[in-house]
Structures are given as C-alpha cells and as structure tokens.
T-cell receptor, first 112, second 112 residues
Framework: NAGVTQTPKFQVLKTGQSMTLQCAQD?????MYWYRQDPGMGLRLIYY???????DKGEVPNGYNVSRLNKREFSLRLESAAPSQTSVYFC???????????FGPGTRLTVT | QKEVEQNSGPLSVPEGAIASLNCTYS??????FFWYRQYSGKSPELIMF????GDKEDGRFTAQLNKASQYVSLLIRDSQPSDSATYLC????????????FGTGTRLLVSP
C-alpha cells in the first residue's frame, strides 16, 4: 500500500520550459490537492479536486493547470516555468467529507 | 491578520521537558483543527486533530482547543530529540468544501 506517490522527486527546469508533476493515490480518497511550500510562506493551496471530474482554484493558481485523470491520479502542469515557481510541491488526499489530509513525499522543483 | 498564525521559533526544550506549541486562527466558523509534524526535507505527517473545545490526548501528545479565544495548542510531554521538527497548525475554512489553511509552522528543537 503506497499511499500517496509523487513523481518526479526532483526536477530542474529552465525558464519557459513546461512539465507535469504526477500524483497518484491508492487510498480510495475522493479529494485531492496540490500545494506549494516556500520558506516563510507555509503551505499554499494551488488547486484541488473534490472528486473525479472536478477541479477548482486554490489560493495561488496562476501559472498552473491541473487534470484529474481518474479517481487515483491528479496532475499539475506548469506550461511556462518561471523562477518564482521554484518550490517544493506536495500532493495531498482526503476522503470525501473529511478534513484529514494525507501528503505525498513531495517534488522539489528548481527553475533557473 | 493572517488566517492561521504560529510563532516560527525555534522553540528549544531539553529532553524530557514539555514542549508547548501554539496557534491562533481568525475564522470563528472553523470547526476542525489539525497538527502536522514535518521533518526537514520530508512531507507533513498528520499527528493530531481536534474538533471540540477542551483537551484531546494521544500518547505523549495533547491537543487543546479554545474556540472562544480562537486558540489551539499542542503539548508534547517527555520531549525526545526525535520530536525535533517543524509543527504545522491547520484549520478548516468555513467555505463549504474541505479546504485547510496552514500556519507557517513552529520549529521545535529538543536537546539531549
């Protein structure tokens, strides 16, 4: 039982490049979230998905897009990376109706 | 005023002492409160949650909630060096969907 997995673990991009961060869960949770964590800023919600087929913006959605491919997978796409998107990205999941969120191991992204 | 506030620390305590971590929140409608532990370079791990006023104990951890004062705290008894980590307070947003707002965390250092 892997829980929540994220790929890749580390990534370095040049400004303007694109990439997709992948998140998958085997917890049978309905809700999935993408956060970024920056020093002194805490965890900030980028996008979330209440259930398969729905996605909504969080606190800091600009520069990102998401896809809820199925119940298990929720991907985050950077179309044109900027240095301001250098951060650690976490995916989290929760069962529907619960606030208890469980986090993946994170992706450390550097944009040069 | 930030929605969830924590002292960034570090809070230094000797091994065996009680560590007291505090968190205040701004939304009087919040009903669910969480404490996450995050080791350096790792993802947040849920360690406690509390929904009702008063105390909730789980092993060496006690969460305390005072909704009138909009205050939640985490006590760690018999602190161990392995408790050294950043502790994140999270509070639900009263927005109709299960979103959390995170504080920036308090760094705890337990010295042997």
């Amino acid at each position: 039982n892997a829980g929540v997995t994220q790929t890749p673990k580390f990534q370095v991009l040049k400004t303007g490049q694109s990439m997709t961060l992948q998140c998958a869960q085997d917890m049978n949770h309905n809700s999935m979230y993408w956060y970024r964590q920056d020093p002194g800023m805490g965890l900030r919600l980028i996008y979330y998905s209440a259930s398969e087929g729905t996605t909504d913006k969080g606190e800091v959605p600009n520069g990102y897009n998401v896809s809820r491919l199925n119940k298990r997978e929720f991907s985050l796409r950077l179309e044109s990376a900027a240095p301001s998107q250098t951060s650690v990205y976490f995916c989290a999941t929760a069962t529907y109706g619960s606030y208890e969120q469980y986090f993946g191991p994170g992706t450390r992204l550097t944009v040069t | 005023q930030k929605e969830v506030e924590q002292n960034s620390g570090p809070l230094s305590v000797p091994e065996g002492a009680i560590a007291s971590l505090n968190c205040t929140y701004s939304d009087r409608g919040s009903q669910s409160f969480f404490w996450y532990r995050q080791y350096s370079g790792k993802s947040p791990e849920l360690i406690m949650f509390i929904y009702s006023n008063g105390d909730k104990e789980d092993g060496r951890f006690t969460a305390q909630l005072n909704k009138a004062s909009q205050y939640v705290s985490l006590l760690i008894r018999d602190s161990q060096p392995s408790d050294s980590a950043t502790y994140l307070c999270a509070v639900n947003l009263n927005t109709g969907f299960q979103k959390l707002v995170f504080g920036t965390g308090t760094r705890l250092l337990v010295s042997p």
